[in-house]
DNA sequence: TCTGGGGTCCTTTATCGG
DNA sequence: TCTGCCGATAAAGGACCC
């Protein structure tokens, strides 16, 4: 059995811990309401007015004038991370960590009994609590998917146990956009042809299926929906890609001042490579216009580079591509690199 | 003055060498 | 020589997730 984990509204939640004064009070961890900021983490104050992750800030304000606002603390929060899924391996020592704050746990691997699944599941809530004060919801089931979704359905604090072979009957009845994999526009394709239910999908034939979200991730997604998951636990993932992207306060169509723009993130690129020891053989410029659009433009090259002044070359003479096929201001910016290798001397004689 | 920043993965299209 | 096809790889875009 597999279980997942997952920290509740938890970067509001450690704001919570580090100043006891906010609690119990809607609060908002994410950007400036006055500018372009989106809200990071809501605590269940603040969405009992309907404020939502992903929302503008600005909007998360009016739904609520008198929400509290705090910029995230990312160095904070991945010091608690540590603590967390520490206290968690002591428990259950094999992890997959997903992002900062929800990962896997290979119940098996202490008990390969099922029935003993819930009682683990419960030992890992009570050690993160004890270690951290944080709380977290988790779902137990055969595979992934269905434990995610289980950990999402009794939100805070909750547990919620799949037993196997229940594990489409307790999809079936579900929103389908409940399902991970299913976004937006998905989503917006289903319900168009009637789907509504995780039940639905499940039972669509393969050619409805391509029509309305493509073959193979069409396929792949109803398998999911009957709970049918292979994935297995990926404990140890090398990172493949890094960067850094900036939404400016205001649009920007001054090349100059892009450039200027490009160098400082190029640096923080080339300094977070220095960190691993790796070089780069592929660099990406993304741009994003007035109207949202994105475009980006890359090259890979024959060697891997490695400093700000290399990488911040090609992310400008890529710019400058962007800009040529497609001119106009813009509202953000941002170079990341990847095909990443580990960088070698050459060897002396 | 709606709409962040960090990513991953998949699909389509272009290009190039047999 | 021309054309078509195949496979590999890069590039670009889009959807999705936390």
Redesign the pocket.
């Known amino acids: 059995m597999i279980s997942h984990l997952?920290l509740d509204a938890?970067f509001a939640a450690v704001e919570e811990l580090e100043d006891p004064s906010l609690r119990g009070k809607p609060l908002v961890v994410?950007?400036d309401p006055?500018?372009?900021?989106?809200?990071?983490t809501a605590n269940y104050a603040a969405r009992h007015y309907g404020i939502r992750?992903?929302m503008?800030?600005?909007?998360a304000l009016r739904r609520c004038p008198g929400v509290i606002f705090v910029p995230?603390h990312m160095s904070l929060y991945v010091e608690y991370s540590h603590a967390v899924w520490q206290a968690v391996r002591e428990i259950i020592p094999v992890v997959e960590q997903?992002?900062?704050?929800?990962g896997y746990l290979d119940l098996a691997s202490v008990d390969p009994d099922p029935r003993q699944a819930r009682a683990l599941a419960e030992a890992v809530q009570a050690a993160v609590r004890a270690a951290t004060s944080l709380s977290c919801s988790l779902g137990v089931a055969s595979c992934k998917v269905v434990a995610?979704v289980a950990s999402d359905r009794r939100k805070p604090g909750g547990l919620t146990v799949v037993p196997p072979g229940r594990e489409a009957a307790f999809l079936a009845p579900l929103d389908v956009?409940t399902?991970?994999?299913?976004?937006?526009?998905?989503?917006?394709?289903l319900r168009a042809a009637g789907v509504d239910t995780v039940g639905a999908l499940a039972s669509l034939d393969g050619a409805t299926l391509g029509a309305l979200?493509?073959?193979?991730?069409g396929l792949?997604l109803r398998d999911r929906a009957r709970g049918i998951d292979p994935r297995p636990l990926e404990t140890s993932?090398?990172?493949?890609?890094?960067?850094?992207?900036?939404?400016?306060e205001?649009d920007v169509s001054d090349r100059e001042t892009l450039y200027a723009e490009l160098q400082r993130?190029a640096a923080?690129v080339a300094a977070?490579l220095a960190v691993r020891g790796d070089a780069a053989?592929?660099v990406?410029t993304k741009v994003?216009y007035?109207?949202?659009?994105?475009?980006?433009?890359?090259?890979?090259l024959a060697a891997g580079i490695d400093t700000a002044d290399e990488i911040a070359g090609h992310a400008c003479a890529?710019l400058d591509?962007?800009l040529s096929?497609?001119p106009g201001a813009l509202?953000?910016v941002?170079v990341?690199v990847?095909?990443l290798e580990p960088f070698r001397q050459l060897p002396l004689g």
Do not use: N
């Open positions: 997952d938890f994410g950007g006055r500018s372009r900021g989106v809200v990071a992750s992903a503008s800030s600005a909007e995230p997903v992002g900062i704050d929800e995610k956009r399902l991970p994999g299913i976004g937006p526009r998905a989503e917006e394709r979200i493509g073959g193979k991730l792949m993932v090398e990172r493949i890609s890094i960067g850094h992207e900036e939404t400016f205001r993130m923080r977070r053989r592929t990406t994003r007035q109207d949202f659009s994105i475009r980006s433009r890359s090259v890979t890529l591509r962007a096929d497609r509202r953000l941002g990341s990847s095909s």
